[in-house]
């Protein structure tokens, strides 16, 4: 296998319509409210304006167009880095004799998008998906930071194993996703998704947009909890 940063970036997974319609509701809407960080709103750490969607009704209809289309780029990054998968969970299958065995990664090569797709469902989750605008000229999240972290006794922070972040518009300079130890930085293109992972190893920033205001959909894909993957 050649060497990867494991970050990928699928173009045009939502229309730049839907995106433009996404973004003209979050204007309209009128609850954006300041972007929180993991210890409360810190604007010198993340300076936004965010809505939280996920089970608003108001939004159920842009939450199903992003999760479909997030859940699409985490089969293709899935198919690409198996053992992101594998390797958690020694996940098993009834083999051909009914007996359960282990997947192993050439299974992948002969697993349709279905079969992945229910693996994928039994053992991962969607996080909540948070819509934000970046000011032109002064918002941003310049604080180095990963996805991965313990802030409370439920442990949900630590369920997290990919980042994904949407791109609802461009037109703008500057607004990256800035990556610390890959030195990579992913400028913002309309109805492209980023997908990377969630630990201290994909430390990243948001850059502050110049001549335009950024506005993305961001959330996490989750393992599901020990109780639902293991029973009990």
């Known amino acids: 296998m050649s060497e990867s940063d494991f970050i990928e970036i699928y173009p ?6 839907t995106c433009a319609q996404i973004v003209a509701a979050f204007e309209a809407s009128g609850a954006a409210v300041p972007g929180r960080v993991g210890g409360g709103v810190l604007p010198e750490l993340k ?10 009704q108001a939004w159920r209809e842009a939450e199903n167009a992003l999760n479909r289309a997030v859940f699409a780029g985490l089969l293709a990054y899935l198919r690409k880095y ?4 594998i390797a958690p969970l020694m996940l098993q299958v009834p083999g051909a004799d009914g007996k359960l065995r282990r997947i192993a990664a050439e299974d992948f090569d002969t697993m349709d998008d279905e079969a992945l797709a229910n693996l994928v469902r039994a053992v991962m989750r969607p996080g909540a998906i948070n819509l934000q605008r970046y000011t032109a000229g002064q918002g941003g999240y310049p604080y180095w930071h990963c996805e991965l972290y313990p802030r409370d006794p439920s442990c ?3 369920h997290r194993h990919v980042l994904w972040t949407l791109y609802l518009n461009d037109g703008f300079a500057a607004g990256e996703t800035e990556f610390l130890y890959q030195g990579r930085k992913i400028a913002p293109r309309t109805g492209s998704l980023l997908i990377a992972p969630a630990a201290f190893t994909h430390t990243h920033r948001g ?5 335009g205001d950024k506005y993305i959909a961001t959330s996490w894909i989750l393992f599901q909890r020990a109780e639902q993957i293991f029973g009990g």
Not at 47 to 56: A, H, K, L, M, P
Not at 207 to 211: D, S, T, V, Y
């Open 207 to 211: 850059n502050r947009p110049e001549g």
């Open 156 to 158: 949900e922070t630590l």
């Open 12 to 17: 045009d997974v939502l229309s730049r319509d």
């Open 82 to 85: 198996r053992y992101a998968l």
């Open 47 to 56: 300076d936004s304006r965010d809505i939280q969607i996920t089970g608003n």
